[in-house]
């Protein structure tokens, strides 16, 4: 039986450097660095483990004059497409492009100038780089005086958003430019959802979803998942990046997992399943299923491995997992696509799953 998949809104197609966003291109996955961009090697040393990772597109900071004097190294060694993130001042955007990234961040919202944002419009399209006009909830206030804040206040944070964003996009319209990349941020993913909705009813230039501010891993990833999920289930996004504070490595992971656990995305890898577990336990599965992870981390075929540790569940979990593990206690059955391999005490039993599984990848890879 073929299940169903997910129809995706179309929006126009934008390119960043050789990477396609919208248009018929896949959901991509982007970060971003969190070392000083004007340390080169540090920052091509993420940028290689982000796109090993799966990263499509890597972001760098350019707050200062020293970050953009190094992108043109950065630019000619990264694997992948590089975007400046820009904030206030309008010269590192023009650095940006002089340097040759293929994207830039841009919230007008915090150049005051609009001479200023006309004159990065102006280098972008003549460089033929993309820009994504980002909004967020915190930009979105602070922008507005006076006045005019006390009015858009009475706007649900949704609505203000989208009339910030029309009003931002207006100065790309009235300069022909239409190389753009749209989102709109908040920390909660109700808002999340609920702006992103208007933009895709209302324009058809493609959308980077995120969460901003998400948090931690345990916090960010739920809250990643609750609206991006959502967002992607209905079609609307073309590229994502999931927020967390530390290591960005974990945010392309959790994007992947995101992106493939609705089927849009090929999984590659180890597909972990293991055992909720429960009173009925005779085998404490979870260190076992992190010992498994991390010997099978370099593994790059999908392979699907199931840990289980009853005899409730595991036996039809081994039925439909590449390699599974049903562990009793002092010793666990092995099974490989359905089918009983042996039985190896308690103290073997990593080793054997670990030992299955590399078998099986290296057959797949032949």
């Not at 997992?257 to 399943?273: C, D």
């Amino acid at each position: 039986m073929r299940l169903p998949e997910i129809t995706r809104r179309r929006t126009r197609e934008v390119m960043a450097g050789k990477l396609a966003i919208g248009g018929d291109a896949p959901v991509s996955i982007q970060s971003m660095t969190n070392t000083p961009t004007w340390d080169v090697d540090a920052t091509l040393a993420q940028i290689d483990a982000l796109a090993e990772a799966g990263a499509q597109l890597v972001r760098v900071a350019v707050p200062t004059a020293k970050d953009t004097a190094a992108l043109k190294k950065i630019v000619s060694r990264s694997p992948v497409p590089i975007a400046a993130d820009v904030h206030f001042h309008f010269d590192r955007a023009i650095e940006s492009i002089d340097a040759g990234v293929a994207k830039i961040r841009l919230n007008p919202g915090n150049i005051s100038d609009r001479k200023q944002v006309r004159q990065v419009i102006r280098a972008a399209a003549s460089a033929n780089v993309a820009i994504r006009v980002g909004v967020n909830e915190g930009s979105v206030v602070e922008r507005v005086d006076g006045e005019k804040m006390k009015a858009d206040l009475n706007l649900p944070l949704d609505e203000l958003m989208e009339v910030k964003l029309a009003e931002y996009l207006s100065v790309f319209e009235e300069e022909g430019f239409a190389n753009l990349v749209l989102s709109a941020k908040s920390h909660d993913a109700f808002t999340c959802v609920a702006v992103y909705r208007r933009l895709a009813d209302r324009w058809n230039y493609p959308l980077h979803l995120g969460v901003t501010h998400a948090g931690t891993v345990q916090t960010g990833a739920i809250r990643s998942a609750a609206a991006l999920g959502a967002l992607l289930s209905e079609g609307i996004g073309d590229t994502v990046r999931i927020s967390f504070a530390g290591d960005p490595v974990q945010e392309v992971l959790a994007a992947d997992e995101l992106l493939a656990s609705l089927r849009l995305r090929n999984r590659h890898g180890i597909e972990l399943i293991a055992c909720p577990t429960c009173g009925r336990l005779q085998t404490d599965v979870a260190p076992v299923v992190e010992q498994v992870r991390l010997q099978l981390a370099n593994v790059r075929k999908h392979i699907t491995v199931a840990i289980m540790g009853c005899v409730v569940n595991g036996p039809g979990e081994a039925q439909s997992a590449d390699v599974a593990l049903c562990a009793g206690k002092g010793k666990a059955i092995v099974y490989r696509r359905g089918k009983k391999i042996r039985t190896v005490a308690a103290d073997a039993m990593i080793a054997a799953v670990v030992d299955e599984v590399r078998s099986l990848d290296a057959e797949l890879s032949s």
